[in-house]
């Protein structure tokens, strides 16, 4: 712009500055959904129904049993600043309703499709009217309601949210994140008002996610919602002061005896939903010696001052106040629920639990004929013909012994040579297969070792092939020494119940063929022979293995620290990442990933063995199947997917993302995207990843990797899924 013009100062349009204020009132359907509840309880309705299509984006309809809205008031309503419930600014210092500002609905009418439908008890019928951009809008462009059926109360309906401020859609594109604010936030309202029926459901389906009636109490309300545990440890706290604060707390804390990793706080000050740090802290710091790490309390507390002491105009959304008194109330809330705490450690109960076993029970027993059909059944004393004969050991020739892969596919291995390490047991393998076991063995793994077996070395003459058989890897366990969470136990049942039974007995009962190329390999059952994606299969593999292995997994330790934020960058680098300008600067990404990932390092490590310092580097990682390592092509886009495919909120969505997204790294890459991939970042992290394979390099490793790894692993207890078999996975 030339510095010699100086810009006219103009007033904005009327369409802007009311665009403008929406943006600032609501921000995601949850804050919509907030200003029409807090209309409905301030309308004094007492069944309150709410009705969700993705996210709210798509549709919310809120409905109520409360006065209605006047006909003649149905013109104004949408209107800014338009209220029933304030008339001059004093009145703010003796407000008792939510809304005061009169914006809610007039934002709402600004980015979304608006329509009410509201009958008072003097009305004979009901009143419908649409709104667009704070005005009705009738037939024929008049501004009028128009009559229709109804009931007693007030039906308010939003659909295509943010319809017209596409850089606000584009940023909400989870419906399902959505949707867990809509459930928190109507739990909350729903445990404070109760006495209140609210009812919060998706659309097109029967089964509410909130449901509390009339009669509930709060400890009702918080046993449907929050579950009978944390009914069961509840403590009330009851207190009223008639001094210079004026304050009286009702509040339920729970106990010791109960924690768990998500944090529930829920604080409301003269009825309204609020957040305050200070108090928030300062409760948690005397919960902090009594809960092991990262566990949290559940804590509800209504806090009721005198109405000139609050200020409740100090946020577009209303979610914070400000009071006279606060480091007062604060320390006297801190005793009140200190005192409590005491009196449970004069007798401090610990919950037991009875160990889960982590195996998934065979579904395919108890179908009898199922088995008998895929048995194979004893063979006639008659002779059969070749094509009909029966592979029955594995130890027999497969198809590497008649592909010459040392000196097609492997320019850098070492010739063989004619030694032969015999194990006690019969068991043999090659120098040259020894040698690779011995990098996988010498790095630092606290996987469980074999048990030690008696070698002795001989030479053989030149001519001789020397039969070979590796060693196999250790079986998984069979018990746990820990309880499985519940969340994990419903994800093994999910598999259990999506398995095909007629490919579990395949892969009990297979012989292993040999490898067609890098990214299949040949099997028989029978007298069928069977073609396999290892990608595929590794893959369910894996996601399975993490279940079982969960919050036991042995750990992969790094020589030296792997930086979170220099392999995010080197992720967004890759035109593969999908990274666009108008998504931020990419270092920008890389440091809110790595705080997020330092954030969650608790859970991470405590459950992945994935260790995480507060610097941001990567330390471990998780042993999923023992002598097996990850490709170090897939680990920048593994920790870049860490941060944007995991659903934090949801804990058995939270485990089952991250047990995905950990089957997506150590699976078998498809040979021709590894190369593509590891090799250019081998260089920047081979100081720290020396232990584990490159892509590319040798195929006569990763055929090993297949062979005495993965198809040993499928034989103990994986379930493969049906759909296995239809999508090309198993032909």
Request: net charge neutral; aromatic share 8%.
């Amino acid at each position: 712009q030339n510095m010699n013009t100086i810009p006219s100062i103009k007033r904005l349009d009327e369409t802007v500055v009311n665009l403008i204020a929406a943006g600032e009132v609501i921000h995601r359907p949850a804050n919509a959904l907030k200003e029409m509840l807090e209309n409905s309880l301030d309308a004094g309705s007492t069944t309150i129904s709410i009705v969700v299509k993705d996210g709210g984006l798509k549709y919310l309809q809120i409905k109520d049993n409360g006065h209605g809205i006047k006909k003649e008031d149905m013109i104004l309503v949408c209107e800014r600043f338009t209220t029933s419930k304030l008339a001059k600014f004093d009145d703010l210092k003796s407000i008792s309703t939510y809304g005061f500002r009169g914006e809610a609905l007039s934002s709402i009418s600004h980015i979304a499709h608006l329509s009410i439908t509201t009958m008072t008890t003097k009305d004979k019928n009901a009143w419908r009217g649409d709104y667009k951009d704070g005005k009705l809008v009738g037939k024929g462009g008049k501004e009028e309601v128009t009559a229709t059926a109804g009931v007693k109360g007030t039906t308010i309906t939003v659909e295509d949210m943010f319809y017209n401020v596409p850089s606000r859609k584009k940023a909400l594109q989870k419906p399902h994140e959505e949707y867990v604010r809509i459930v928190d936030l109507v739990s909350k309202y729903a445990i404070h008002n109760a006495g209140i029926a609210i009812n919060l459901k998706k659309k097109d389906e029967s089964k509410s996610d909130v449901h509390t009636l009339k009669t509930h109490s709060t400890i009702d309300c918080i046993r449907t919602i929050y579950g009978q545990e944390v009914s069961k440890s509840l403590i009330n706290i009851e207190d009223k002061e008639e001094g210079a604060t004026g304050v009286t707390l009702s509040a339920f804390i729970s106990n010791p005896n109960y924690h768990k990793r998500k944090n529930d706080f829920i604080l409301f000050i003269n009825h309204r939903l609020v957040d305050c740090k200070p108090l928030k802290k300062s409760v948690h710091a005397l919960y902090s010696t009594l809960l092991p790490r990262g566990c949290h309390p559940f804590l509800y507390f209504s806090i009721l001052l005198p109405p000139k002491n609050v200020d409740v105009n100090i946020h577009p959304t209303k979610s914070e106040v400000r009071f006279l008194h606060q480091d007062d109330i604060i320390q006297k809330v801190c005793a009140l629920v200190q005192a409590k705490l005491e009196e449970c450690n004069a007798s401090r109960s610990f919950l037991t639990q009875s160990l889960i076993s982590d195996t998934v029970p065979d579904s395919s027993s108890s179908k009898k004929s199922t088995n008998e059909e895929m048995t194979p059944k004893p063979s006639t004393p008659s002779k059969l013909a070749p094509s009909k004969m029966v592979r029955t050991d594995a130890r027999v020739q497969t198809l590497d012994a008649f592909v010459d892969r040392q000196a097609s596919q492997d320019p850098f291995a070492k010739p063989k040579t004619n030694t032969v390490v015999v194990y006690k047991g019969g068991e043999k393998r090659t120098r040259e297969n020894d040698q690779q076991m011995t990098e996988l063995d010498d790095f630092d793994t606290p996987v469980v070792p074999a048990k030690k077996q008696k070698k002795v070395t001989k030479d053989i003459s030149s001519e001789e092939e020397p039969q070979v058989t590796l060693r196999k890897p250790a079986r998984a366990a069979s018990t746990r020494t820990k309880p499985m969470l519940t969340s994990i136990t419903n994800l093994l049942e999910e598999v259990n119940s999506q398995c095909h039974n007629g490919l579990v007995q395949l892969f009990k009962n297979y012989s292993f063929v040999g490898c067609a190329d890098d990214n299949f390999a040949i099997i028989q059952h029978q007298t069928e022979l069977y073609l396999c994606n290892v990608h595929t299969l590794s893959k369910y593999l894996l996601y399975q293995e993490c279940l079982h292995n969960f919050g036991e997994f042995p750990y992969i330790k790094f020589s030296s620290p792997a930086s979170l934020e220099t392999l995010c960058m080197l992720a967004l680098d890759n035109p593969s990442s999908g990274w666009r300008e108008e998504d931020g600067p990419k270092d920008e990404i890389a440091k809110f990933i790595t705080q997020h990932l330092i954030e969650q390092r608790h859970m991470l490590q405590e459950y992945f063995r994935m260790t995480i310092d507060e610097e941001g580097n990567l330390l471990t990682l998780p042993q999923i199947i023992p002598s097996y390592r990850p490709e170090i092509g897939a680990m920048a886009t593994f920790v870049l997917r860490l941060g944007t495919e995991i659903e934090w909120n949801d804990e058995q969505q939270c485990f089952e993302t991250l047990s995905k997204e950990l089957a997506e790294f150590y699976c078998l890459q498809y040979e021709n995207e590894a190369e593509g991939e590891g090799m250019k970042h081998s260089s920047h992290f081979s100081h720290f990843f020396s232990f584990l394979t490159f892509p590319g390099q040798v195929s006569t490793a990763r055929a090993w990797t297949v062979e005495h790894i993965f198809f040993p692993a499928f034989r103990q207890r994986f379930l493969p899924p049906k759909s296995a078999a239809e999508d090309g996975t198993i032909v």
